[in-house]
């Protein structure tokens, strides 16, 4: 197993990540057509690619605010949260829950590595974020839906998943481990598509890099890539926000249930408008968490 902060064990960090200005990511260089090249070429490659700094840790402070008092209220109503294993849970949020939202959708560096990996048509598609407290175990290699049929024919991903830690990760507290370019694996005959068996967790772990990033970093990754969360000692809870990015060809709004209120989407540019697979409602309403296959599996270890 190697020990990574964000970028790939086996790329140098010019060719996975970019330091941006710690006030927000406004940093040119981390946009150029060269970089994002190169940084859609890594998440072919690993499955995962980091850019640090990009927001500023006060920007994350609040975030984290956010992400927790979602939590607390969740975790109060019958399907509020669910379970990714002992001591770990999945809330997914509406967009206006997190104070950052248009700051994190506008954001050069997501634009750009959605528009070069999933086309000028991409669709965000979910918001929400998982967090270990103590106590919370290391979870069964995994991917996080069944390989699409344009991946597996066209060599070609359909979606993204970007992750912002809302801590500076350390060894205790259960850091994300990914076993670097396994997204091209099949898995037709894994349970669910997504679990592979027992006796193949060895070569994961071998393949396993596990991540260390600092409040402001964010990373971009196809959950399609092996990885799983790991044993958490810290007292420290470990919120991660994930929000989803779907190719237009393939966004279904029967697979996701987005929803903003009028007023929230009304308030927001055009141009984020159209970037949305999402319901306006007259009013929001708690939301009941899905993924039932993921919470049925993740004790499994």
């Known amino acids: 197993m190697t020990e990574t902060r964000l970028r790939g064990a086996s790329a140098a960090p010019s060719e996975t990540q970019t330091q941006a200005q710690p006030s927000g990511g406004n940093d040119a260089r981390s946009v150029t057509g060269e970089a994002i090249r190169s940084a859609v070429e890594t998440i072919y490659r690993d499955g995962i690619v980091g850019l640090q700094g990009a927001f500023s840790r006060e920007w994350v402070d609040r975030l984290r605010e956010d992400m927790m008092t979602a939590f ?3 975790i109060q109503r019958p399907g509020g949260a669910i379970s990714r294993g002992p001591r ?6 509406h967009p206006e829950n997190i104070s950052g939202f248009l700051d994190l959708v506008t954001h050069p560096w997501v634009r750009a590595i959605s528009e070069a990996a999933l086309g000028p048509d991409y669709r965000f598609v979910e918001i929400g974020f998982d967090v270990p407290f103590q106590g919370a175990r290391n979870q069964p290699w995994h991917r996080d839906f069944e390989m699409p049929r344009q991946t597996r024919d066209e060599h070609r991903l359909t979606s993204l998943a970007f992750n912002m830690t809302g801590v500076d990760v350390t060894e205790d507290m259960g850091p994300f481990e990914i076993a670097l370019g396994t997204q091209w694996d099949d898995g037709s005959d894994w349970e669910h598509g997504m679990f ?3 006796e193949t967790w060895a070569r994961y772990a071998d393949q396993g890099v596990r991540k260390f990033p600092r409040m402001g970093d964010i990373s971009a990754r196809t959950a399609l890539t092996i990885h799983r ?13 994930i ?11 029967d697979e996701h249930d987005l929803a903003l209120s009028r007023a929230f989407h009304d308030s927001l540019p ?6 949305l697979l999402c319901r306006v409602v007259d009013e929001l309403e708690p939301i ?12 499994a270890e």
Do not use: C, F
């Open 72 to 74: 607390w209220a969740a």
């Open 88 to 93: 770990r849970w999945y809330i997914e949020v």
């Open 196 to 198: 592979p068996p027992k």
């Open 229 to 241: 969360g790991t044993q958490h000692a810290s007292p420290i809870a470990r919120p991660v926000l």
């Open 243 to 253: 929000l989803g990015v779907v190719a237009g060809d393939v966004a279904n709004p």
């Open 270 to 275: 055009p141009d984020v408008r159209a970037h």
């Open 288 to 299: 009941t968490q899905r993924h039932d296959i993921e919470a049925l599996m993740m004790g």
